[in-house]
Protein backbone atom coordinates (compact mmCIF):
# COMPACT_ATOMS: atom_id res chain seq x y z
CA UNK A 1 0.00 0.00 0.00
CA UNK A 2 2.62 2.46 0.90
CA UNK A 3 4.69 1.41 -2.22
CA UNK A 4 1.40 2.72 -4.48
CA UNK A 5 1.48 5.83 -2.74
CA UNK A 6 5.34 6.99 -3.03
CA UNK A 7 4.52 5.58 -6.87
CA UNK A 8 1.27 8.07 -7.17
CA UNK A 9 3.81 10.71 -5.18
CA UNK A 10 6.01 10.41 -7.79
CA UNK A 11 4.00 10.26 -10.48
CA UNK A 12 2.56 13.89 -9.31
CA UNK A 13 6.10 15.08 -8.88
CA UNK A 14 6.67 14.07 -12.34
CA UNK A 15 3.81 15.92 -13.88
CA UNK A 16 4.36 19.33 -11.55
CA UNK A 17 7.67 19.79 -13.52
CA UNK A 18 7.24 22.89 -16.17
CA UNK A 19 8.26 20.10 -18.96
CA UNK A 20 7.77 22.95 -22.30
CA UNK A 21 10.01 26.22 -22.61
CA UNK A 22 8.00 28.84 -21.35
CA UNK A 23 5.24 26.71 -19.14
CA UNK A 24 6.09 28.38 -15.60
CA UNK A 25 4.76 26.41 -12.45
CA UNK A 26 1.14 27.43 -12.82
CA UNK A 27 0.69 24.94 -15.65
CA UNK A 28 2.13 22.60 -14.08
CA UNK A 29 0.29 23.21 -10.62
CA UNK A 30 -2.97 22.48 -12.49
CA UNK A 31 -1.80 19.22 -13.92
CA UNK A 32 -1.03 18.57 -10.10
CA UNK A 33 -4.85 19.37 -9.50
CA UNK A 34 -5.92 16.76 -11.86
CA UNK A 35 -3.30 14.43 -10.90
CA UNK A 36 -4.02 14.63 -7.40
CA UNK A 37 -7.31 14.12 -7.96
CA UNK A 38 -6.81 10.55 -9.84
CA UNK A 39 -4.98 10.34 -6.13
CA UNK A 40 -8.22 10.95 -4.76
CA UNK A 41 -9.67 8.30 -6.84
CA UNK A 42 -7.54 5.60 -5.69
CA UNK A 43 -7.41 6.31 -2.18
CA UNK A 44 -11.21 5.80 -2.14
CA UNK A 45 -10.57 2.32 -4.41
CA UNK A 46 -7.86 1.93 -1.85
CA UNK A 47 -9.89 2.95 1.48
CA UNK A 48 -12.78 0.95 -0.14
CA UNK A 49 -11.07 -2.00 -0.75
CA UNK A 50 -9.37 -1.48 3.04
CA UNK A 51 -12.75 -0.87 4.67
CA UNK A 52 -13.73 -4.22 4.06
CA UNK A 53 -10.72 -5.83 4.68
CA UNK A 54 -11.38 -4.59 7.95
CA UNK A 55 -15.09 -5.53 7.75
CA UNK A 56 -14.30 -8.90 6.91
CA UNK A 57 -11.95 -9.36 9.81
CA UNK A 58 -13.97 -7.69 12.21
CA UNK A 59 -16.61 -9.94 11.64
CA UNK A 60 -14.90 -13.20 11.88
CA UNK A 61 -13.49 -11.90 15.23
CA UNK A 62 -16.92 -11.04 16.73
CA UNK A 63 -18.40 -14.57 15.29
CA UNK A 64 -15.43 -16.05 17.26
CA UNK A 65 -16.91 -13.99 20.35
CA UNK A 66 -20.22 -14.77 20.27
CA UNK A 67 -20.13 -18.36 19.03
CA UNK A 68 -17.00 -19.32 20.91
CA UNK A 69 -18.02 -22.88 21.92
CA UNK A 70 -15.53 -24.41 24.84
CA UNK A 71 -14.23 -27.96 24.26
CA UNK A 72 -15.73 -30.39 26.34
CA UNK A 73 -13.32 -31.46 29.72
CA UNK A 74 -14.72 -34.93 29.33
CA UNK A 75 -15.89 -35.79 25.77
CA UNK A 76 -19.09 -37.58 25.11
CA UNK A 77 -21.31 -38.35 28.19
CA UNK A 78 -21.15 -41.01 30.60
CA UNK A 79 -23.50 -44.25 30.41
CA UNK A 80 -24.04 -45.31 33.96
CA UNK A 81 -22.77 -49.31 34.64
CA UNK A 82 -24.71 -50.67 37.46
CA UNK A 83 -21.86 -51.66 40.06
CA UNK A 84 -21.16 -55.37 40.93
CA UNK A 85 -23.77 -57.52 40.00
CA UNK A 86 -22.01 -59.84 37.71
CA UNK A 87 -25.70 -61.79 37.21
CA UNK A 88 -27.19 -58.95 35.87
CA UNK A 89 -24.87 -59.37 32.81
CA UNK A 90 -23.48 -56.81 30.99
CA UNK A 91 -26.25 -55.71 28.58
CA UNK A 92 -29.01 -55.13 31.25
CA UNK A 93 -26.57 -53.56 33.27
CA UNK A 94 -25.94 -50.54 31.13
CA UNK A 95 -28.80 -48.80 31.53
CA UNK A 96 -28.76 -48.02 35.62
CA UNK A 97 -31.74 -49.29 37.95
CA UNK A 98 -34.03 -46.54 38.69
CA UNK A 99 -33.69 -45.20 41.91
CA UNK A 100 -35.93 -47.64 44.48
CA UNK A 101 -38.80 -45.36 45.78
CA UNK A 102 -38.08 -45.38 49.26
CA UNK A 103 -34.81 -43.62 48.78
CA UNK A 104 -36.26 -41.11 46.96
CA UNK A 105 -38.74 -39.92 49.16
CA UNK A 106 -36.27 -39.96 52.04
CA UNK A 107 -34.96 -36.90 50.26
CA UNK A 108 -38.07 -35.64 48.84
CA UNK A 109 -38.84 -32.03 49.31
CA UNK A 110 -42.33 -30.89 49.59
CA UNK A 111 -41.70 -27.03 49.18
CA UNK A 112 -40.35 -27.89 45.75
CA UNK A 113 -43.35 -30.28 45.11
CA UNK A 114 -45.28 -27.82 45.85
CA UNK A 115 -43.54 -25.75 43.21
CA UNK A 116 -44.41 -28.35 40.87
CA UNK A 117 -47.68 -28.98 41.61
CA UNK A 118 -48.28 -25.76 39.51
CA UNK A 119 -48.92 -27.87 36.42
CA UNK A 120 -51.33 -30.16 38.04
CA UNK A 121 -53.05 -26.99 39.73
CA UNK A 122 -54.21 -26.81 36.13
CA UNK A 123 -56.71 -28.79 36.49
CA UNK A 124 -56.67 -30.15 40.58
CA UNK A 125 -57.70 -28.31 43.49
CA UNK A 126 -56.30 -29.05 46.54
CA UNK A 127 -58.36 -27.51 49.44
CA UNK A 128 -60.92 -29.85 51.30
CA UNK A 129 -64.27 -29.74 49.52
CA UNK A 130 -63.42 -27.38 46.72
CA UNK A 131 -65.18 -28.09 43.67
CA UNK A 132 -64.88 -27.22 40.18
CA UNK A 133 -61.61 -27.93 37.99
CA UNK A 134 -61.11 -30.03 34.91
CA UNK A 135 -59.53 -33.21 37.19
CA UNK A 136 -60.98 -34.36 40.62
CA UNK A 137 -60.24 -32.34 43.93
CA UNK A 138 -57.07 -34.31 45.24
CA UNK A 139 -57.06 -32.99 48.79
CA UNK A 140 -56.25 -36.42 50.65
CA UNK A 141 -55.58 -37.86 48.11
CA UNK A 142 -52.50 -40.23 49.49
CA UNK A 143 -54.56 -43.79 50.99
CA UNK A 144 -57.65 -42.72 49.05
CA UNK A 145 -59.79 -44.88 47.41
CA UNK A 146 -59.08 -44.72 43.50
CA UNK A 147 -62.08 -42.37 42.05
CA UNK A 148 -63.65 -41.58 44.99
CA UNK A 149 -63.77 -37.15 44.80
CA UNK A 150 -67.35 -36.38 45.34
CA UNK A 151 -69.57 -35.52 42.57
CA UNK A 152 -66.83 -35.61 39.58
CA UNK A 153 -67.23 -38.24 36.70
CA UNK A 154 -64.55 -40.15 36.01
CA UNK A 155 -63.34 -42.02 33.37
CA UNK A 156 -64.39 -45.56 32.18
CA UNK A 157 -60.83 -46.47 32.05
CA UNK A 158 -60.51 -45.03 35.61
CA UNK A 159 -63.65 -46.74 37.12
CA UNK A 160 -62.70 -50.27 35.44
CA UNK A 161 -59.08 -50.26 37.51
CA UNK A 162 -60.18 -48.39 40.70
CA UNK A 163 -61.28 -51.69 42.54
CA UNK A 164 -57.97 -53.66 40.99
CA UNK A 165 -55.19 -51.28 41.74
CA UNK A 166 -57.07 -50.41 45.19
CA UNK A 167 -55.99 -47.27 47.09
CA UNK A 168 -53.69 -44.81 46.27
CA UNK A 169 -50.19 -45.80 47.70
CA UNK A 170 -47.06 -44.20 47.13
CA UNK A 171 -46.12 -46.68 44.37
CA UNK A 172 -49.32 -46.53 42.49
CA UNK A 173 -49.07 -42.64 42.70
CA UNK A 174 -45.73 -42.65 41.63
CA UNK A 175 -46.68 -45.03 38.34
CA UNK A 176 -49.69 -43.26 37.57
CA UNK A 177 -47.68 -40.00 37.65
CA UNK A 178 -44.90 -41.56 36.05
CA UNK A 179 -47.22 -42.05 32.59
CA UNK A 180 -50.65 -41.69 33.48
CA UNK A 181 -52.18 -43.24 30.26
CA UNK A 182 -49.90 -46.77 30.45
CA UNK A 183 -50.60 -47.15 34.06
CA UNK A 184 -54.84 -46.35 33.65
CA UNK A 185 -55.32 -47.13 29.73
CA UNK A 186 -57.88 -44.81 28.73
CA UNK A 187 -57.78 -42.54 31.92
CA UNK A 188 -59.01 -38.71 30.72
CA UNK A 189 -56.24 -37.30 32.24
CA UNK A 190 -54.31 -35.37 29.92
CA UNK A 191 -51.22 -35.25 30.84
CA UNK A 192 -47.52 -36.98 29.23
CA UNK A 193 -46.25 -38.22 33.10
CA UNK A 194 -42.91 -36.67 35.22
CA UNK A 195 -40.15 -38.13 33.37
CA UNK A 196 -37.77 -37.20 36.72
CA UNK A 197 -38.32 -39.24 39.36
CA UNK A 198 -37.01 -36.62 42.00
CA UNK A 199 -39.41 -34.35 40.63
CA UNK A 200 -42.11 -37.30 41.12
CA UNK A 201 -40.95 -37.65 44.67
CA UNK A 202 -41.52 -34.11 45.52
CA UNK A 203 -44.79 -34.19 44.29
CA UNK A 204 -45.81 -37.30 46.43
CA UNK A 205 -43.84 -35.56 49.01
CA UNK A 206 -46.36 -32.36 48.82
CA UNK A 207 -49.81 -34.73 48.00
CA UNK A 208 -48.75 -36.59 51.60
CA UNK A 209 -48.95 -32.88 53.18
CA UNK A 210 -52.56 -32.37 51.54
CA UNK A 211 -54.16 -35.32 52.80
CA UNK A 212 -54.68 -35.48 56.91
CA UNK A 213 -54.91 -39.76 56.46
CA UNK A 214 -51.59 -40.17 54.70
CA UNK A 215 -49.89 -43.18 56.15
CA UNK A 216 -45.66 -42.95 56.67
CA UNK A 217 -43.36 -42.82 53.41
CA UNK A 218 -42.44 -46.77 52.83
CA UNK A 219 -39.42 -47.33 54.78
CA UNK A 220 -38.26 -50.48 52.09
C1 LIG B 1 -55.00 -31.42 31.90
C2 LIG B 1 -55.58 -31.62 33.20
C3 LIG B 1 -54.79 -32.41 34.22
C4 LIG B 1 -53.50 -32.21 34.63
C5 LIG B 1 -52.50 -31.18 34.13
C6 LIG B 1 -53.27 -33.17 35.67
N1 LIG B 1 -54.37 -33.93 35.87
FE1 LIG B 1 -54.60 -35.40 37.24
N2 LIG B 1 -56.43 -35.84 36.52
C7 LIG B 1 -57.08 -35.14 35.52
C8 LIG B 1 -58.33 -35.81 35.20
C9 LIG B 1 -59.33 -35.36 34.15
C10 LIG B 1 -58.41 -36.91 36.06
C11 LIG B 1 -59.50 -37.96 36.09
C12 LIG B 1 -58.96 -39.13 35.31
C13 LIG B 1 -59.98 -40.16 34.87
O1 LIG B 1 -61.16 -40.06 35.25
O2 LIG B 1 -59.56 -41.03 34.11
C14 LIG B 1 -57.22 -36.89 36.89
C15 LIG B 1 -56.93 -37.83 37.89
C16 LIG B 1 -55.87 -37.74 38.75
C17 LIG B 1 -55.67 -38.60 39.90
C18 LIG B 1 -56.59 -39.68 40.38
C19 LIG B 1 -57.61 -39.03 41.29
C20 LIG B 1 -58.63 -39.95 41.92
O3 LIG B 1 -59.54 -39.40 42.52
O4 LIG B 1 -58.51 -41.17 41.80
C21 LIG B 1 -54.53 -38.19 40.51
C22 LIG B 1 -53.89 -38.76 41.75
C23 LIG B 1 -53.99 -37.08 39.72
N3 LIG B 1 -54.84 -36.84 38.67
C24 LIG B 1 -52.84 -36.39 40.03
C25 LIG B 1 -52.27 -35.42 39.20
C26 LIG B 1 -51.00 -34.79 39.44
C27 LIG B 1 -50.13 -35.02 40.67
C28 LIG B 1 -50.76 -33.95 38.39
C29 LIG B 1 -49.52 -33.11 38.13
C30 LIG B 1 -48.29 -33.81 38.04
C31 LIG B 1 -51.93 -34.03 37.52
N4 LIG B 1 -52.80 -34.92 38.02
C32 LIG B 1 -52.07 -33.29 36.36
C33 LIG B 1 -56.62 -34.01 34.88
C34 LIG B 1 -55.33 -33.50 35.00
Not at 16 to 36: D, N
Not at 38 to 49: H, M, P, Q, V, Y
Not at 91 to 106: D, F, I, K, N
Not at 188 to 207: H, P, T, V
Request: proline share 5%.
Amino acid sequence: MAGMKALVFAQISLQARPTRVGEGWTCGFQRVISAMMDSFEFNKIAGALLFSVLVVLGLRSLGETVFHVDAPEKPGFMVEIGAGDSSAGAASSVAAAATPLPVLLASADAAKGKKAFKKCAACHKVDAGASGGVGPNLHGIVGKAMGAADGFAYSKGLKEVAGAKGPWSYEALDSFLTKPKVYIPGTKMSFAGLKKEADRANILAYLKEISPEAPAFPTE
